[in-house]
Structures are given as C-alpha cells and as structure tokens.
C-alpha cells in the first residue's frame, strides 16, 4: 500500500512539473515584438544606437532602448513605437 502512495505522489509530482513546463514553453512561443521608447532605466532587452547590451538604458524611456512585448501590445503603451528612433544626420 506505501509503494502505491509514493507512486501516486510521485506521479502527481511528475504531472505538476510537466504542466509548468509546457505552460512557460507555450507563453515564451508567443509572437513578439520590439517596443521603443518605454524600457526603464537599465531595462532595456538589447544594445541601443548609444550603449551596447542589455540593462544599459541609461533613463526612462530612452528613444532607442527597447524591450521585447507580445505582438499588439505596444500599441497600446503610451509613446511606444515599433521602429526605432531615426538617426541623426552627421554634419
């Protein structure tokens, strides 16, 4: 009868991690975008016309810093844009 708990527990175990996992696999597989313009300080998801990585953002909102949104949603985010900011002519 123990042998029969510790297989039902760990098949419930079992089950438990699998539906998290599929869970996070199908909410990272959804289509995204790039949103410029609304990243805080230090939050950016990659390098800018201005730093060169990630978290480098040096002030909210920066023109040219962006994070990664589900399709659709920047949109609707005061000042965000989906392209980004158009580069200042030298000279």
């Given at each position: 009868?123990?042998?029969?708990?510790?297989?039902?527990?760990?098949?419930?175990?079992?089950g438990v991690?699998?539906?998290?996992?599929?869970?996070?696999?199908?909410?990272?597989?959804?289509?995204?975008?790039?949103?410029?313009?609304?990243?805080?300080?230090?939050?950016?998801?990659?390098?800018?016309?201005?730093?060169?990585?990630?978290?480098?953002?040096?002030?909210?909102?920066?023109?040219?810093?962006?994070?990664?949104?589900?399709?659709?949603?920047?949109?609707?985010?005061?000042?965000?844009s989906l392209?980004?900011?158009?580069?200042?002519?030298?000279?």
């Open positions: 009868m123990q042998n029969n708990i510790k297989l039902a527990i760990g098949a419930a175990v079992a991690i699998t539906l998290a996992t599929v869970s996070a696999v199908a909410a990272n597989s959804a289509p995204e975008e790039k949103c410029y313009g609304v990243a805080a300080a230090g939050k950016n998801d990659c390098q800018t016309a201005t730093n060169s990585c990630a978290g480098t953002a040096e002030k909210d909102r920066q023109p040219d810093a962006f994070v990664n949104l589900p399709k659709g949603l920047c949109s609707k985010i005061a000042g965000g392209t980004p900011p158009a580069a200042k002519k030298k000279g």
